[in-house]
């Protein structure tokens, strides 16, 4: 297919939908299995870095390469990542060379992605202090030569995630947002914060509002979205085209059938009960280990547990004894002990 039919397969296939957003140390391949299924109409992996891939990092290609078997070099396009998922997966790179976006373009084109995305909004020091993520947003030239290098690259679709910009100038976004549409980007994220916020204060939906307003290209709203309620009004609200979420995913990933329910005008189902979450609970930490292997997975799986375990008496003896738990056999025995409690 072409990029035009690409472009607009993809943007039909999100629209008025729920996204699955980027998350480092979370949204990888059992993350996506986990929540298949639920309703979610695009997953977004974890930031990878395009820098590294274009160094030859070899575990970096590993990490967009994905599945255990599939060469970490591909020569030739590889089959399709997860068609068992149905939806869209885009691989979201970060970096601050041009030239590593080209490489890495073509690249993940080979891997078999749906499409790609660029990082323009990641606040965290390690990441800034080297020009990646929202420091782009300072340097908007050099933001838009990324673009550019990565949209003569590939011929799959490439949509790009921000912030507001920064305390000093919280509108840069919309002057960024315009250029990049000009460019025939294919969808904007916006996560109204500036780099300062952080994750504090309220993330500022009217900003998102205004984007949708602003750009030809269809607007993913961002920011704050924890229950079935606020992704509807989300995108009532704004008129963004699709709603993506992060955090309440993580904290309770049942959140997503009932969010897309809502979004379908359907009958939203009730909230997961305690035997619920201990099976929410069981099931990641089994495709974690499917995928890492056990000592991995349950260290992994120790930060989830934390989330999904609340809710009834004991349960807080229970989370303590799962924080160190270090192998399946006494994760499922933990997990067999809570369905009695
Ligand atoms: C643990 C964690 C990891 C994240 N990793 C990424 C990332 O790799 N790339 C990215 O663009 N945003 C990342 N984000 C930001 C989220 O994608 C999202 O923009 C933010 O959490 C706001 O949405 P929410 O309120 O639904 O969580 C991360 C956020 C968290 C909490």
Request: proline share 7%; net charge positive; glycine share 10%.
């Amino acid at each position: 297919m072409s990029r035009p039919d690409l472009v607009n397969t993809f943007r039909e296939r999100i629209a008025g939908g729920l996204i699955s957003a980027p998350l480092a140390g979370t949204s990888d391949p059992p993350w996506y299995r986990l929540l298949a299924g639920e309703g979610i109409n695009a997953f977004w992996t974890e930031m990878t870095t395009a820098d590294g891939l274009l160094r030859g990092g070899r575990k970096t290609r590993a990490m967009l390469t994905q599945e255990p078997g599939r060469p970490t070099d591909p020569p030739r396009p590889l089959p399709r990542l997860y068609p068992d998922l149905g939806v869209p997966v885009v691989c979201q790179l970060f970096g601050h060379l041009p030239e590593a976006f080209a490489f890495a373009a073509r690249f993940v084109e080979l891997c078999g992605y749906d499409a790609l995305d660029l990082n323009f909004g990641c606040p965290a020091q390690k990441v800034v202090r080297s020009g990646n993520g929202v420091a782009l947003m300072r340097d908007p030239p050099l933001a838009l030569e990324i673009a550019s290098a990565t949209l003569e690259s590939t011929s799959l679709p490439v949509t790009a995630k921000l912030r507001l910009g920064f305390a000093s100038d919280p509108r840069i976004f919309l002057r960024l947002a315009a250029e990049l549409d000009g460019m025939g980007i294919t969808a904007l994220t916006l996560h109204p914060r500036t780099r300062e916020d952080g994750f504090s204060g309220r993330s500022d939906w009217s900003a998102i509002t205004e984007l949708v307003g602003a750009v030809r290209c269809p607007v993913i709203g961002n920011g704050d979205v924890k229950a079935p309620e606020d992704a509807r009004r989300m995108l009532e609200s704004t008129g963004c085209h699709a709603v993506m979420v992060g955090r309440a995913f993580i904290r309770e990933p049942w959140q997503a059938r009932r969010m897309a329910q809502m979004l379908r005008g359907e009958e939203v189902r009730p909230e997961a009960d305690w035997t619920g979450r201990v099976e929410w609970t069981r099931r990641h930490g089994l495709l974690l280990a499917g995928f890492y292997g056990e000592k991995r997975a349950m260290f992994k799986v120790r930060r989830f547990a934390l989330h999904y375990l609340r809710g009834v008496e004991g349960a807080g003896e229970l989370r303590r004894r799962m924080a160190v738990v270090a192998d399946l056999a006494e994760f499922e025995r933990l997990l067999d002990e809570a369905l009695a409690l």
